[in-house]
């Protein structure tokens, strides 16, 4: 009996590992990975370094991995590489060659895993459509370098929910990350760079997005038509084209925006049609305009946000109905006053913020020729100083002595960001040497003249 039981489980061994061997494949060019890729039973296919030209396809649940130096090439004409079964892996390829309107990686099966790919000259990087469950990290993504051709989007995800988005860099796209139709979906600690959008999401609900970096686009992040989104603890800055923004919210509701940085935008954030949502903990540093509240934005809850040196703090749409405090915690505002005799937490006097000239704009924009000239600014500072609402102002009336205390990882803190002289310094020396210029050009065309 002891006998029978040793080689039935030595029969298993054998078979397992027999198994195990049969199932890992070795190819070393386009043909082989081709019949590779048709073979059911293979469960690991590893590529070795070259260059595999063609397209090709999977079929059936595999893990494909490419050694250091494989590169996968289409022929400018269609997708690179499509995923038609579920439960695929791909990892460790260099993928380019897309046609105009194509993807490196398309994505039809359902829970695939794709991470630390290069994928480069592709209209999308990688598309996912009408599937669910996958993660998608670590990867390096960019469109075409021919600056003639249209660019599409890094990574492209619609009508596939329960999606990560993770950990990956994407630069020179359209949009950098858009999820879309996509509900229950996370994207998180992203680096996105000269995009239209980095972050854009289009009739998706539940969506996280968090711990994510855009620079140098339009907008950090377009949010159109979502409901009940997480914003939390992203990086927006010298996102400075004209009407961009380091997030816009649009047409959106009951969502959270919390703990971000906006730095050094063109508008810190913009709201437009945007109702019941929560704004908090946010910081808005050096942009041209922090907060805008669009047409048709109501019913928000801003409080326990920290403004500093904006051109404009806030400003707003008329008639609009938004709460600046909770609980009696307002917002600070580094050009209010601190008079606090009773010791508490508020400054002893409400806050006003706005610009009637922005309602007058939005109906006559020719009247931007204006914009900052002495009359409007002496305007302005009448409209906030006066004791007095304002239909072109906001107020607050609970407006923090001290910042909100706010911070996120160890390399992006409020206080790193407050202390670095750099940005004053720069300032202080560009006036100083206009200052001695001009002094030294007087003082010359005065003695010339008096010489005269």
């Known amino acids: 009996m002891y ?7 030595l029969l298993l061994w054998v078979g397992f590992t027999g198994r195990t061997y049969a199932e890992e494949l070795i190819v070393k060019n386009s043909s082989e990975l081709e019949q590779a890729l048709n073979t059911q039973s293979a469960e690991v296919i590893k590529m070795v370094p070259g260059i595999y030209e063609g397209i090709f396809n999977i079929k059936y649940p595999v893990h494909l991995i490419g050694e250091e130096g494989v590169k996968l090439v289409g022929p400018y004409n269609g997708d690179v590489l499509t995923i038609d079964a579920d439960d695929v892996v791909v990892e460790g390829l260099h993928i380019e060659g897309s046609g105009s309107q194509n993807a490196g990686i398309y994505v039809k099966g359902n829970r695939s895993i794709i991470h630390q790919n290069i994928i480069k000259n592709a209209f999308h990087g990688i598309y996912a459509k009408e599937s669910y469950g996958h993660r998608i990290e670590n990867n390096v993504v960019t469109s075409f370098d021919d600056k003639k051709k249209h660019k599409g989007y890094g990574i492209y995800v619609v009508k596939a929910p329960n999606s990560s988005i993770v950990s990956n860099y994407v630069y020179d796209t359209q949009d950098g990350v858009y999820v879309s139709y996509s509900d229950f979906c996370e994207v998180r600690a992203n680096k996105m760079i000269k995009a239209r959008y980095g972050v854009h999401t289009m009739d998706s609900k539940s969506v996280l997005i968090s711990q994510n970096e855009v620079r140098e686009s339009v907008n950090g992040l377009m949010i159109m038509q979502s409901n009940e989104v997480s914003i939390i603890n992203n990086f927006f800055y010298l996102n400075t084209k004209i009407d961009g923004a380091g997030m816009f919210i649009f047409d959106t509701f009951d ?28 910081t808005f540093i050096g942009n041209n305009t922090g907060l805008e509240l669009g047409e048709a934005t109501d019913g928000n809850t801003i409080y326990l946000n920290n403004f500093y040196h904006n051109t404009r703090q806030i400003i707003s749409e008329k008639d609009q109905e938004n709460q600046f405090n909770l609980d009696n915690y307002g917002n600070y505002y580094d050009d209010h006053g601190s ?8 400054v ?8 009637v000239f922005y309602n007058m704009t939005r109906k006559e924009p020719v009247l931007n020729i204006f914009y900052q000239s002495p009359a409007v600014e002496l305007w302005n500072m009448i409209e906030q100083y006066t004791p007095m609402p304002s239909d072109s102002f906001i107020i607050d009336d609970s407006p923090l002595v001290k910042p909100a205390p706010v911070s996120w990882n160890e390399q992006k803190t409020e206080k790193s960001f407050l202390s670095n002289p750099t940005f004053d310094w720069i300032q202080i020396f560009c006036f100083l040497v206009i200052l001695t210029s001009s002094v030294y050009i007087l003082l010359k065309f005065g003695r010339e003249r008096h010489e005269i």
């Open 3 to 9: 006998n029978k039981i040793v080689f039935l489980l």
């Open 255 to 282: 969502s959270k925006v919390s703990s971000n940085m906006m730095n050094g935008n063109f508008k810190g954030i913009i709201m437009e049609n945007a109702k019941r949502n929560t704004l908090e903990f946010n």
């Open 339 to 346: 008079l606090n005799l009773n010791k508490d937490h508020l």
């Open 348 to 355: 002893d006097f409400a806050y006003k913020s706005g610009d």
